[in-house]
RNA sequence: GGAGAGGUGGCAGAGUGGCCGAUUGCGGCGGUCUUGAAAACCGCUGUGCCGCAAGGUACCGGGGGUUCGAAUCCCUCCCUCUCCGCCA
């Protein structure tokens, strides 16, 4: 939800921005229906305080069986009846004028390109280079062992497709990964959570899932509950409806959860073993921010994230998303992208977003000047600091070895309790 | 899941139809006094919406209803606590 105000003060100016997306948005309806909504608010609060006052009069009368006072009552029953009618309509024409106007995305700040398609989008940095892996290495799927390792077949009997069973010293190592990744987080200063894995209607919808995407989130109808579709949601609704101090932002937090996408029609070329599933795990970092260093906060964000991937060593780019690419409610964002040496692809490992005030006026999160007065909403980012499947599948085919075993980088060593990952093929 | 008791401002806790956006205490902010501090005393101290403002309006767990008028009465949902049942 953007600022109000921003339609009013300039608006030619905020069609020009939102224009930049691709986004469509009914202006002309939305200018109408606050015009309407305003005068609505008004007559119904005049009419409201009217009857208020004349009500109270009712109250003062000391002879309640005289005719004035009969007389009054009678009088008052109508006004009773328009001050409902006034107010019925007021709060309908507020539904449809809300409606409109959260279908507004949020603004693409001047810093990011212009664009309309990914193939617009800029490569702001890379690391590594794609050429030093194998020549002979394949994909994932088609390591010989990986059909045990990684059991998509049993998953599919467990629950369906794209619900793999890791096995024996793979998920040692899907387990190595996540508290590797954490563990980057916490020396990086975000404090740990671990979140609810369903979330109720209110949470998704401060988050922005709700109402328009629901169709990627699976749904208990009977507690009307979500499974969550990243930490994002439950982390960033901690502090949903609260204020902070300025003396206590930045607040960064972190939060590992297995993360559950229908990915309804997603499904087609470029989507085998590990590169799209239903659940998948990952590592998220949520910040709340001062409106002046949401920006700067956001080069902390995918700092934070490359690192990760250059302690796996693991070559990457940093694509800045172009103005026609990126989300409802980003301000500016960037990707992170792995290169997987047996697909020769780059696979997205990471979103890092600044949101702005976007997300937090929906969600209602405020902070309170130091100087005390006015509360202001803080502005939120995350990132992915990282999603397993991908970086494990990037780390199954960079590292691959010539005697079919693959090598972990040392930094997982810690964690998995061995250096190289060979499992049996059948 | 069953029975009972509750949900009021940052916290504690009054208020059972109009004098209540709400007594009081604590906390917080400002001031008087003091060399300074404490104590005492005085004042201020919730949020959203509409409005340039003055002001208006909404909010006493959520939603709905009764009434000229609802924190207060009714319905419903949610949550907390106690006891029972079940159970990682």
């Known amino acids: 939800m953007i600022d109000i105000k921003l339609l009013r003060e300039d608006i030619e100016g905020l069609k020009t921005a939102i224009a930049r997306k691709k986004f469509t948005v009914e202006w002309d309806a939305i200018l109408r229906l606050d015009e309407e909504r305003r005068a609505a608010i008004l007559k119904a609060e005049t009419a409201r305080a009217e009857q208020k006052a ?27 009846e328009e001050v409902k009618a006034l107010e019925a309509e007021a709060t309908e024409v507020e539904a449809q004028w809300k409606a409109l106007f959260l279908s507004i995305p949020n603004i693409p700040d ?52 794209g619900f793999p069973f890791y096995v024996g ?18 020396l990086n200063g975000y404090e740990e959570v ?59 937090r972190c939060g590992y959860t297995p993360c559950f996408r229908r990915e309804a029609g997603s499904w087609g070329k470029h989507v085998r073993g590990l590169n799209r599933l239903h659940q998948f795990d990952k590592v998220e970092l949520v910040k709340w921010v001062h409106p002046d260093k949401s920006f700067e906060e956001l080069e902390l964000l995918r700092g934070n994230a490359e690192v990760i991937l250059q302690k796996l060593g693991l070559p990457y780019r940093v694509l800045l998303m ?9 301000a500016k964002q960037y990707d992170l992208e792995v290169w997987a ?19 937090a006026r929906r969600a209602g999160i405020r902070f309170r000047p130091k100087g005390g007065g006015k509360s202001e909403i803080v502005h939120t980012l995350n990132g992915s600091g990282l999603a397993v499947p991908r970086v494990l599948a990037a780390l199954l085919e960079n590292n691959l070895q010539a005697d079919g075993t693959v090598k972990v980088p040392e930094c997982l060593h810690r964690w998995t309790g061995f250096e190289t990952l060979a499992p049996k093929a059948k």
């Open 110 to 161: 001047a810093s990011v390109p212009a664009g309309r398609t990914e193939d617009d989008n800029v490569v702001a940095a890379t690391w590594g280079d794609p050429k030093t892996v194998s020549a002979s290495a394949v994909p994932h799927w088609d390591i010989p062992w990986f059909a045990q390792a990684i059991d998509f077949e049993r998953g599919v009997k467990a629950t369906g497709a």
């Open 194 to 252: 671990l979140p609810p894995l369903m979330v109720n209607a209110a949470s998704a919808t401060a988050t922005g899932q709700l109402p328009d995407k629901e169709g990627q989130m699976y749904h208990m109808p009977v507690e009307d509950f979500y499974m969550i579709p990243t930490a994002e949601v439950p982390v960033t609704n901690f502090f949903r409806e609260e204020t902070f101090d300025e003396a206590d932002l930045p607040v960064y």
């Open 54 to 80: 004349a009500s109270k009069e009712v109250g003062q009368f000391k002879d309640k069986s005289s005719p004035e006072f009969q007389a009054k009552l009678a009088a008052m029953k109508g006004l009773s």
């Open 322 to 330: 172009c103005a026609g690419d990126i989300g409802f409610p980003h």
């Open 169 to 186: 010293d793979m998920a040692r190592l899907v387990r190595a990964l996540i508290s590797f990744f954490l563990e980057e987080a916490r």
């Open 341 to 359: 040496g047996g697909q020769q692809r780059w696979l997205e490992v990471s979103s890092c977003s600044n949101f702005t005030d976007f997300q």
